[in-house]
């Protein structure tokens, strides 16, 4: 293992990604070099960064003597040669894999045998970067989130070829300058570009098979899934053709897997130029006087129902049962296997994935969505078959009654939040399938990398994966298709929970 410490680094590519690189590895005390091969654009980046970093000075954010540290590290340099005595170069250039073989084969032809040649990028093979290159034990991905100098997140990346201390190495310069490192095999879309492909993928779908519009996905997902943004909002951000652009590479990355199927929907909206918040119209027009997408919803009618009947333990919910017996509600419990608050001849349950509109037994259903904090849920998403709006108003007062508005949906197996859940946990099982990284990098990842609330491991923990199997398992039954097959990883996550459980219950019959 290599410290790293003191090392001489070098940022290749003077673009808003590699300016972040540098301006972090210079804050931290490092002799940094900024080279592009555009002259006039490094020292225009440069210039850029300087302004930036004075405005920080004037909020009182940094101070000078950081502004003028930070500054006295980072050197631009006209000539790719210059780079001779680094340590560690970082490319942050153009997404293209025949650019950047050319580029690390110019490099080793430069640098030290020793140097550590390392990628910025966000889906390209390490394998196939270091291909051509002599020592490819050398060549590391490290990948930085935008903006770099703000994001905690970095994913490093090992080749087939890497050398393992080299990412051990990297690891410990990444916590020193405050970042959250996790480790990644070389396979398309590493960690964050890999597992976050059902938020988006299962948002379009519902938006495609017309279960609700667009604002009412995204409040449906910030408010009862606890996401910081819906995906609408968020491809609106990221920009459309970005986002149908890294889909479409993973996709094919992965020999058409139709887990990563880019969507019509989101196609529709790049070939009309549609890009989001940078065209002023994606999902939402941002031309508007109001440019964030709003859904408030309203106090539906309601009719108070003569008999509340509660069946079972609700440990998927705790807090909302918790929230049913804390109000003014006469409630009567009784035990029972499955999960129900029976409303006069109303049945409600948590969605296990189901489609109610496919079952034949004229029975009143309604399915609930999954609720990241009952103790602070302002609102909740409801499917209803066999109802009429008598029936729908019962349950409106029901839900009213502790403060919280009914979203009804079209019927959508799974509705949104523990589909869209149910998805992440089996993609991030799948990625510990396959050795691309541990549970707890995951988690890791995908909680710093993209602002989830939690990880997929961790959701999958407080929801319990015999819950989220279930509805993956319903899913795919009623889809029959391979993208909601269960990983064979989740499975037998849910038989050693089951086998836990078993376990403990053994245990306090015998005590």
């Given amino acids: 293992m290599r410290d790293l410490s003191q090392a001489k680094v070098a940022v290749i590519g003077a673009g808003t990604m590699g300016v972040g690189i540098a301006q972090l590895a210079a804050t931290y005390g490092h002799s940094t070099y900024l080279y592009d091969v555009d002259a006039t654009r490094t020292q225009a980046a440069l210039d850029g960064l300087r302004q930036q970093l004075a405005a920080r000075v004037a909020k009182g954010k940094i101070s000078q003597a950081e502004y003028d540290a930070t500054l006295a590290h980072l050197v631009v340099v006209d000539h790719i040669e210059q780079l001779a005595d680094r340590d560690l170069v970082i490319e942050a250039i153009v997404e293209k894999l025949e650019v950047k073989q050319a580029l690390f084969s110019q490099l080793a032809n430069v ?57 051990s190495s990297l690891h410990g310069l990444m916590l020193a300058w405050k970042k959250v490192p996790v480790s990644a095999k070389s396979t398309p879309g590493f960690i964050v570009n890999r597992v976050a492909r059902p938020f988006y993928a299962e948002g379009l779908r519902a938006l495609q098979e017309q279960v609700t519009r667009p604002e009412v996905l995204d409040y449906v997902l910030r408010e009862c899934g606890g996401f910081a943004m819906g995906p609408c909002q968020l491809t609106d951000l990221i920009g459309q053709d970005v986002n149908f652009s890294v889909t479409q590479s993973v996709y094919r990355a992965f020999y058409d897997e139709p887990r990563y199927r880019p ?71 009784s035990a029972a296997q499955q999960d129900a608050i029976v ?54 007062a029901l839900f009213l009654s502790i403060n919280v508005t009914p979203v009804w949906l079209h019927d959508h197996a799974g509705l949104l939040c523990l589909r869209t859940i149910a998805c ?44 989220i199997l279930k509805t993956l398992e319903n899913v795919y039954r009623i889809y029959a298709e391979e993208k909601y097959r269960p990983s064979l990883y989740l499975r037998k996550k849910a038989a050693l929970e089951t086998a836990q459980q078993q376990k403990l219950m053994d245990y306090r019959q015998a005590g």
């Fill in 111 to 167: 640098c030290a045998e020793d140097t550590i040649l390392a990628s910025n990028t966000s889906s390209i093979s390490i394998t196939a970067i270091a291909a051509k290159v002599p020592q490819p034990e050398r060549v590391i991905g490290l990948h930085f989130f935008n903006p770099a100098p703000v994001m905690k997140l970095v994913e490093i990346i090992c080749g087939l070829q890497t050398e393992a201390t080299l990412a």
């Fill in 263 to 333: 969507s019509l929907v989101q196609q529709e909206l790049v070939d009309a130029g549609f890009l989001g918040r940078k065209t002023g119209q994606g999902f939402y027009n941002y031309q508007a006087a109001e440019v964030s997408p709003q859904y408030v919803p309203i106090a539906l009618q309601s009719i108070t129902p003569q008999q509340i009947q509660v069946h079972g333990a609700w440990l998927a919910q705790p807090e909302f049962l918790a929230r049913l017996q804390q109000s003014s509600l006469k409630l009567e419990f």
């Fill in 343 to 396: 409303v006069d001849d109303i049945q409600i349950m948590l969605t296990d994935g189901s489609s109610l509109q496919l079952q034949v037994d004229g029975q009143k259903r309604v399915f609930m969505d999954w609720h990241h904090a009952w103790d602070k849920a302002k609102a909740i998403a409801l499917s209803a078959y066999a109802c009429d709006e008598t029936d729908l108003a019962k349950v409106n």
């Fill in 424 to 467: 992440l946990v089996n993609e991030a099982c799948e990625t510990v399938l396959h050795g691309v990284a541990t549970e707890q990098d995951i988690d890791s990842a995908m909680k710093y990398g993209v602002n989830y609330p939690m990880g997929p491991f961790a959701w999958a923990e407080k929801i319990s994966y015999n819950t």
